[in-house]
């Protein structure tokens, strides 16, 4: 993307990366699912806000903002039965395969191939990405678009990371193949703790979508 504004050397997540046409804010499905999570809540937050037009914007802005977005990460990103890959090849930001991108990467001391698009599945992503999927749940209980999608998100989760041997989440998904310090056997406490909110989640968004479906049916038959 190109910098919003030149004339400072910070970067606006909400202007420098935002690609108004899909929502997305990276190739990559962990940043993008923690953007989703941060912008439902940031509209439920402002929705409180009574009275105040523009937080009443806002609200709109960011909640249609994070169904845009889920619904281009999922079709980017997701592989039915299969999962989330890590990053996908997007027009929208900068090629790390241009050799003087890559060379300000490397002058910045970071490594070129964390940015180059990848169709390895991390436990992690995933676990981020049902989360995000869980709260758009809770959004739009209505919407039959996002309710198969997030039925699809976290039942893929589960089947190819959690290994009801270890009762643990893997590492990486089932048939990907290990990378050096990841060993069979290797256990990440970030994939545990992101694995069991994401459980966690999707228990509590689906009660409040039935709840919901419960309710809009009785006013119906009233």
């Known amino acids: 993307q190109q910098r919003a504004n030149p004339s400072t050397s910070h970067l606006n997540l909400l202007e420098d990366f935002y690609d108004e046409k899909t929502g997305l804010v990276s190739p990559g499905v962990w940043h993008n699912a923690m953007t989703g999570i941060a912008l439902i809540k940031s509209s439920r937050s402002l929705r409180l806000v009574s009275?105040?037009?523009?937080c009443a914007r806002l609200c709109?802005?960011?909640r249609d903002w994070a169904h845009r977005l889920g619904s281009s990460l999922y079709s980017r990103s997701f592989v039915r039965?299969?999962?989330?890959?890590?990053?996908?090849?997007?027009?929208?930001?900068?090629?790390?395969?241009?050799?003087?991108?890559k060379e300000r990467i490397i002058a910045a001391g970071e490594?070129?191939?964390?940015?180059?698009?990848s169709r390895e599945r991390r436990c992690?992503?995933?676990?981020?990405?049902?989360?995000?999927?869980?709260?758009?749940?809770?959004?739009?209980?209505?919407?039959?678009?996002?309710?198969?999608?997030?039925?699809n998100v976290t039942t893929t989760f589960l089947r190819?990371?959690?290994d009801p041997s270890a009762n643990r989440f893997r590492v990486r998904a089932v048939g990907d193949e290990p990378?050096?310090?990841?060993?069979?056997?290797t256990?990440?406490?970030?994939?545990?703790?992101?694995?069991?909110?994401?459980?966690?989640?999707?228990?509590?968004?689906?009660?409040?979508?039935?709840?919901?479906?419960?309710?809009?049916?009785?006013?119906q038959n009233l």
């Open 60 to 62: 709109g802005k960011y």
């Open 51 to 54: 009275g105040d037009d523009e």
């Open 160 to 162: 190819q990371f959690f």
């Open 124 to 151: 992690v992503s995933n676990a981020a990405a049902s989360v995000f999927f869980s709260f758009l749940l809770e959004e739009f209980p209505e919407d039959d678009e996002i309710k198969e999608m997030s039925e």
């Open 179 to 185: 990378l050096f310090g990841d060993e069979v056997g």
């Open 187 to 219: 256990w990440h406490a970030q994939d545990q703790a992101m694995a069991v909110l994401a459980c966690l989640r999707a228990m509590r968004a689906s009660k409040a979508a039935a709840a919901a479906a419960r309710a809009a049916s009785s006013e």
């Open 81 to 101: 039965d299969q999962g989330f890959v890590r990053r996908t090849p997007e027009s929208a930001w900068e090629s790390v395969s241009n050799e003087e991108v």
């Open 111 to 117: 490594n070129p191939t964390f940015y180059e698009a």
